[in-house]
C-alpha cells in the first residue's frame, strides 16, 4: 500500500521506521517541521517526503494531536483520492470520531480510528523506533456502518507494525476505557510529583517511585487536549479514585489498623484477580 503518515513525533516516526523495517509498503511522511522530514528521509524511514498531492494514497494517518488532525483532515479531505482509507492514532475518539467520520462520508470516503496503546517517557521523532508497537495492545474503534474490509486492512496494519492484542470496540467504549487505564493514572502521576520531596527522593526511590512518576513528563498540550475532549469520562474515574483515597486516609488518620489492613487486602484480591484474567486472555 501506499501510505501517507502527517505528523512524525514520537508515534508517527515510529510508524514510519516500523513500516519501513517489517513491510514493503511505500511510506511518505509530513511535518511541519522540515528538519524531521530530514531526519527521516536520512534514517530511510520514509521513501519520500509528502509534496502535497494525496493522489494515489491508500491510507492516510494523522499522528498529530487531535484539534491538529481533525484540522488537517478538513483542510485536505476535498483534495484526496474517494478510495483512501482515513485513520488517526489520537488517544481520544469519541465526539472526534464522529466528526472526522461525518466529514469522510460527506466527502465519499472511508475512516475508522485506531490507537495503538504505546509510548516513551520522551517523546519526539528522535525518540521514535521501529520496536515500539512489538507486543502493544493496539485498538481498532470502527462504528456499525463502517465496512469489514476496511476493519481487517487496519487490524493488519497493527500485525505488521508488531502489536500483540488487538482489541475492536466502539469509539465511546474506547473513551470509557482510557479513561480508567490511560488518562487518570497520567493524572495521578502528574500530581503525585508535586510533593515537596521530588527533589530530595535521591536514593530513596525504587522501582515503584519509578512507576509512578514516569509519565508525568507528558507532553501538556496534547494530554489537555485528550483530558478535555473525554472530561464526564475521566471526572467519573477521578471522583471514584478520590472516594477511595478518603477511605485510606480516615483509617490512617483514626490509626484504624483493621480498615487499613481490610482496604490494602480489597486491593490486593482485585489486582490478583486482575492479573488471573488477563494471563487467561488470548493475544
Not at 138 to 154: A, C, K
Not at 201 to 218: L, V, Y
Request: charged share 25%; hydrophobic share 40%.
Amino acid at each position: 500500500m501506499n501510505i501517507l503518515v502527517a505528523g512524525l513525533g514520537l508515534i508517527g516516526g515510529s510508524i514510519c521506521k516500523a513500516l519501513k523495517k517489517y513491510t514493503g509498503h511505500t511510506v511518505t511522511g509530513f511535518d511541519i517541521n522540515h528538519d524531521i522530514e530530514e531526519s527521516a528521509m536520512r534514517d530511510v524511514a520514509l521513501d519520500s517526503v509528502f509534496d502535497g498531492s494525496f493522489s494515489g494514497l491508500d491510507i492516510v494517518i494523522t499522528a498529530l494531536f487531535p484539534d491538529a488532525s481533525e484540522k488537517f483532515f478538513r483542510e485536505n479531505i476535498a483534495k484526496m483520492d474517494k478510495n483512501t482509507l482515513l485513520t488517526d492514532v489520537c488517544g481520544i475518539k469519541g465526539d472526534f470520531s464522529r466528526r472526522v467520520r461525518e466529514l469522510a462520508v460527506g466527502n465519499g470516503m472511508r475512516y475508522i480510528g485506531i490507537h495503538p496503546m504505546a509510548g516513551k517517557e520522551f517523546g519526539g521523532y528522535h525518540n521514535s523506533t521501529p520496536n515500539l508497537f512489538r507486543g502493544a495492545n493496539f485498538i481498532v474503534t470502527p462504528t456499525e456502518q463502517d465496512s469489514r474490509e476496511d476493519v481487517e486492512i487496519l487490524k493488519n496494519l497493527a500485525v505488521e507494525l508488531g502489536a500483540g492484542k488487538i482489541v475492536v470496540t466502539s469509539p465511546d467504549n474506547h473513551d470509557k476505557m482510557i479513561a480508567y487505564t490511560s488518562q487518570l493514572a497520567h493524572i495521578v502521576s502528574s500530581a503525585y510529583v508535586k510533593s515537596p520531596e521530588l527533589l530530595l527522593e535521591c536514593g530513596f526511590s525504587g522501582g515503584s517511585f519509578q512507576d509512578m512518576t514516569r509519565i508525568a513528563t507528558m507532553n501538556e498540550k496534547m494530554w489537555t487536549e485528550l483530558f478535555m475532549q473525554n472530561r464526564e469520562n475521566l471526572l467519573f474515574e477521578l471522583d471514584t479514585l478520590l472516594e477511595n483515597l478518603r477511605k485510606y486516609r480516615d483509617a490512617l488518620e483514626n490509626s484504624d489498623y483493621e480498615t487499613m489492613s481490610g482496604l490494602i487486602a480489597e486491593g490486593r484480591k482485585l489486582k490478583e484477580d486482575n492479573i488471573r484474567h488477563r494471563v487467561g486472555q488470548p493475544n
